[in-house]
């Protein structure tokens, strides 16, 4: 089992950033890809953005590219989300989720362990 525990969210205004913080306790984290994901109020939780377990690659959706970076600390057992330029349509509830395979992937059904979330609010 992988305990993720999510933290940095709060509320922001437009054009503000965030650094989102998602801790790792239980298995080992390194051979883990891990994600971002995130989920506004009626809507499907959707992609954000994901890292390959060694941190050398990362996908992302068209909807954040130039704005959200994640990366990793192999190290410390986290994940970041650094989310700059942050718009009114980011507000959500955002999830960290790993996934036992080193391949980072876009799907909701492909990771196997995921936080609690925490909310993001940016106002207008």
């Known amino acids: 089992q992988v305990q993720l525990v999510e933290s940095g969210g709060g509320l922001v205004q437009a054009g503000g950033s965030l650094r989102l913080s998602c801790a790792a306790s239980g298995r080992t984290f390194s051979p883990y890809a891990m994600a971002w994901f995130r989920q506004a109020p009626g809507k499907e939780r959707e992609f954000v953005e994901a890292i390959t377990s060694s941190g050398s690659n990362t996908v992302y959706a068209d909807s954040v590219k130039g704005r959200f970076t994640i990366s990793r600390d192999n190290a410390k057992n986290t994940v970041y989300l650094q989310m700059n330029s942050l718009k009114p349509e980011d507000t959500a509830v955002y999830y960290c989720?790993?996934?036992?395979?080193?391949?980072?992937?876009?799907?909701?059904?492909?990771?196997?362990?995921w936080g609690q979330g925490t909310q993001v609010t940016v106002s207008s």
């Open positions: 989720a790993a996934r036992t395979s080193s391949i980072a992937t876009m799907t909701v059904s492909s990771y196997n362990y």
